[in-house]
Structures are given as structure tokens and as C-alpha cells.
């Protein structure tokens, strides 16, 4: 079945650091992949999206690129902020039965960033 | 407002209780879905809904019942509490001509 691997964490890391959040998935067909976060006592938010091989999602100074050859979605950085400490979600779009598709999460990455 | 609730936000009860943990919707989306959040575990799908009539399991729904009474209302209940059903649950939705799901804040559920 469909899986998404994250690296464990915590990533602890100094403000204004590059950050790498590694994500690989096995997934029948094309899967869509996500990154998700979540904040402190908060749910989960969409942070960026990549729909098919080589795009590129982007949003708030994160992008991560799908590499269908890697099977991979890794997230980065250049310079991470205080306010960048959160969960983060590896995600894609699997496929069940009859057509219909169910999402599947990684285990998150907690990051943590000191002053 | 925000588009998905949760109610209650936090929860004790005691083992063997029945209890119901309640989300709504504003989004107008067909699709809604509860997971459960454990430390380490990430997340894990309990039930999802396609519509109001379609109710279907998800990979860990042992001990636990759903009801979808509308298209803005789906409830997860915990028919006799026991302790490692301790968690953070979370209620999400989706449009089912889109991929990105809407997550609710959350019930810390504590079973003593």
C-alpha cells in the first residue's frame, strides 16, 4: 500500500539556518504530495503542494520538488525563523478502492528553532 | 468563524464511558474525515465520509463509531472509553474536486 517516510526528529536548529526536512513515499500511480504544518496547539495546515513530476511547491520561503526518479518530496529552507517551529507533514494522495483517493500522512518532524 | 470546529477542545473521562466528540463545517465540503494524533505515530485515519450516506473505515477503527448527520456534520464516538484511546483527535475536510484537506483544531481526549 501507499507510505510516506519521514526523517524523524526533532531537527533542532539556530535561526537563520538552511533547513532539510527529508520525505520519500511509495505509491501506486501518480500520486499528488503535500506538506502540511502544524503549529502549537493548532491543526493541520496545507503548506505547499506538488501535483505531478518535477513541479516545484512553494509558499512561505519553503519549496520542496517532487523527484519522481527518488521518489521523493524533501522540504527546505534557506533561513528558518523562530516562528518556524512546528510539526511538519509528508503527505500524498493515495488511491482505494472504487476510484476514490484517501490521503496518507507521514509521522511528522517536530523543528525547532532557538534564537 | 473558523471554517471547521471541534467540540469539545478538551475532554477527561473515565474508562467504559460513552462519549461523543462533534465537528462541523462551513466549507460546504463533501468529504470529512477523523484521525487520531499520537506522539511519534503521526497521524492515523479512523473514519472518513465521501457523503452523507457513504461511511467508510479507515485503518484503525476499532472501538470507535461514526455518525455523518449532515454534510456539515460528522461525529466520532467512543462507544466504552479505554485508556490508550488517550489522544489528540483531529476532524478534516475536503472537496472532492480538490486535494487539500482542512484540518480542525483539535480534542485532547484524556481516559482515565
Known amino acids: 500500500g501507499d507510505s510516506v517516510t519521514q526523517m524523524e526528529g526533532p531537527v533542532t536548529l539556530s535561526e537563520e539556518a538552511f533547513l532539510t526536512i527529508n520525505c520519500t513515499y511509495t505509491a501506486t500511480g501518480y500520486p499528488s504530495l503535500f506538506w502540511y504544518v502544524q503549529y502549537p496547539g493548532e491543526g493541520l495546515q496545507l503548506l505547499l503542494k506538488?501535483?505531478?513530476?518535477?513541479d516545484k511547491g512553494s509558499n512561505k520561503g519553503f519549496e520542496a520538488t517532487y523527484r519522481k526518479e527518488t521518489t521523493s518530496f524533501h522540504l527546505e529552507k534557506g533561513s528558518v525563523q523562530v516562528s518556524d517551529s512546528a510539526v511538519y507533514f509528508c503527505a500524498l494522495r493515495g488511491y482505494a478502492s472504487g476510484g476514490s483517493y484517501i490521503p496518507t500522512f507521514g509521522r511528522g518532524t517536530s523543528l525547532i528553532v532557538h534564537p | 468563524d473558523a471554517d471547521v470546529t471541534q467540540t469539545p477542545r478538551n475532554r477527561i473521562t473515565k474508562t467504559g464511558k460513552r462519549i461523543m466528540l462533534e465537528c462541523s463545517q462551513t466549507?460546504?465540503?463533501?468529504?470529512m474525515y477523523w484521525y487520531r494524533q499520537d506522539p511519534g505515530l503521526g497521524l492515523q485515519l479512523i473514519y472518513y465520509s465521501f457523503d452523507v450516506k457513504d461511511i467508510n473505515k479507515g485503518e484503525i477503527s476499532d472501538g470507535y463509531s461514526v455518525s455523518r448527520q449532515a454534510q456539515a456534520k460528522f461525529s466520532l464516538s467512543l462507544e466504552s472509553a479505554i485508556p490508550n484511546q488517550t489522544a489528540l483527535y483531529f476532524c478534516?475536510?475536503?472537496?472532492?474536486?480538490?486535494?487539500?484537506?482542512?484540518f480542525g483544531p483539535g480534542t485532547r481526549l484524556l481516559v482515565l
Open positions: 478534516a475536510t475536503q472537496d472532492g474536486r480538490q486535494e487539500t484537506q482542512y
Open positions: 466549507k460546504g465540503h463533501d468529504r
Open positions: 506538488a501535483t505531478k513530476a518535477d
